[in-house]
Structure formats: structure tokens, C-alpha cells
């Protein structure tokens, strides 16, 4: 089962599910931003991996218009080389909209991250020779002001069904890639991760989160998140 099947089941887990108040508008670019997304796995997507780096959800400003994990809307054109049509999401907050490669927003957490492996490896192709990008959950929430809510403040019931499908996504994406190390981008989706493959031969770490909201993470992040990648002993290109 490849990337593109995975998705496929996990996309068709989500639909059974329900989510209520305070979450009002749900996003899924699994569904809307499928074109993007299919060109990022069938591009840099096939074969084993060193290092899986595994997000939490999409940002309203990145994944949200491009299809790709952390996908601030610069890098995954002009770095990643992708740019593909994208649709709508069923139910759109008229706060979030998707504007696909049309948003002038930038992801400040998708700028940095892509901007790091950027300044590391110089090519994609260096990059997607031992890594890899995935989030854990491919949707996102809104609430009836537009307020993003993370999965993990989602009610306990909607969250353990949720992780259910994630989880089960998680795996086969493991499965598939065959890395010696899952490192979660924040505490959150190193927690899953955790969770989620804790029978199989893997090694689950993490990083910090390049979230501006964290103040650790707007004082050079990228020295930050290198350090603690070596200290699992997985070495990261120095320039």
C-alpha cells in the first residue's frame, strides 16, 4: 500500500466521523487539495527513509492551500517545485478561507521547517533521500468564530475516535517507509507517535514545534531542532 492508498483509507475512516461544538467547520485537503498532495508523494513519497518527521495537523496557512504537510505556499512552489489546483472544503468559514496558491498568508511553522531542510540539503532531492514530511492528522478545525482548535483540545469521545483512523494511518505509513526514526514535530505528535507504534521496531523522538506561538521556537529554532535530531544520533547536514 503506497502513500496515495493510504490516504485513500484515511480519508474514507474520517467520513464516518462527527465532530461537534465547539468545532463548527472542518477541513479535510486530503480531500480539496488532493492534486497537490499527489504530486508531493508520487514526487518525493516512494521508497524507504532514514526519518519519517511527523507534524500534528495542517495550518490554516499552509497544508490548508497547498496539500502538503507544513506547506507554506513559497516553498512548496519554488523549492518543492509544486503547484497544482485546489478546491474548497465543503463548508468554509468565511474567516479561513482557501485561496490554494493564490494565499498571500505565509506559515510562519512551514517556512522554517521547509526553509531549514532547505538551507540543509541545498535540493529536494538530498532532503527526500533520507526524509520525509507527514502530518498525523489530516484535518483541521475551526470554531464558530474561526478559532483553529488542535486535535488534542478536541472533546476526550471525538479525540480517541479520531486517533483511531490516525493511528491506523500512522502505522501503515511506518510500515511503508521503513525508517529507523519517527521524530514528531512537537510534543503532540511525538506523544502519538508514542502511542501508535510502540510494537514496532522504530525509534520515536522529537523536536521542537517551529511555531511562532512558542517563545523557545523564536530564538533560533533551527540550531534548536538540529541539536536535538543528533542527539538520536541522526546527523544533520551543517552549512
Given at each position: 500500500?503506497?502513500?496515495s492508498?493510504?490516504?485513500?483509507v ?11 461544538d465547539p468545532?463548527?467547520?472542518v477541513y479535510n485537503?486530503l480531500e480539496?487539495a488532493?492534486?497537490?498532495y499527489?504530486?508531493?508523494v508520487?514526487r518525493?513519497?516512494?521508497g524507504?527513509?532514514?526519518v ?13 492551500q497547498t496539500g502538503?504537510?507544513f ?7 519554488n523549492?518543492?517545485g509544486?503547484?497544482a ?6 463548508h468554509?468559514?468565511p474567516k479561513r ?5 493564490a494565499?498571500?498568508?505565509s506559515?510562519v ?14 535540493t ?5 533521500q533520507?526524509?520525509f514530511?507527514?502530518?498525523y492528522?489530516?484535518l483541521?478545525f475551526?470554531?464558530?468564530g474561526?478559532?483553529?482548535i488542535t486535535?488534542?483540545?478536541l ?6 475516535a479520531?486517533?483511531a ?7 501503515r505509513t511506518?510500515e511503508y517507509?521503513e ?13 502519538r507517535?508514542e502511542?501508535a ?11 521542537l514545534?517551529p511555531s511562532?506561538a ?15 535530531l543528533?542527539?538520536?544520533g541522526?546527523?544533520?547536514p551543517?552549512?
Open positions: 500500500m503506497d502513500l492508498n493510504i490516504a485513500d484515511l480519508v474514507a475512516d474520517l467520513q464516518d466521523l462527527h465532530f461537534s468545532v463548527t467547520h485537503p480539496y488532493r492534486a497537490p499527489d504530486l508531493y508520487k518525493y513519497g516512494r524507504r527513509r532514514e519519517v518527521l511527523l507534524g500534528m495537523n495542517p495550518g490554516p496557512w499552509g497544508m490548508l502538503v504537510p506547506g507554506e505556499v513559497n516553498k512548496v512552489r523549492w518543492l509544486i503547484d489546483i485546489v478546491g474548497k472544503p465543503l468554509e468559514h478561507p482557501v485561496q490554494g496558491f494565499c498571500k498568508r506559515e511553522s512551514g517556512t522554517r521547517l521547509w526553509g531549514w531542510a532547505q538551507d540543509a540539503f541545498g529536494p532531492k538530498r532532503f527526500f533520507r526524509f514530511i507527514v502530518n492528522c489530516p483541521a475551526f470554531d464558530a474561526g478559532r483553529n486535535p488534542d483540545r472533546p476526550v469521545k471525538q479525540r480517541k479520531l486517533a483512523a490516525c493511528d491506523a494511518a500512522l502505522r511506518i517507509f525508517p529507523r526514526h519517527v521524530i514528531g514535530v512537537g510534543k503532540f505528535a511525538a506523544s507517535a502511542a507504534l510502540k510494537d514496532l521496531d522504530v525509534t520515536v523522538g522529537g523536536i514545534h511562532p512558542s517563545p523557545a521556537a523564536n530564538q533560533n529554532w533551527a540550531a534548536k531542532a538540529t541539536a536535538q543528533e542527539s538520536y541522526i546527523e544533520w551543517r552549512t
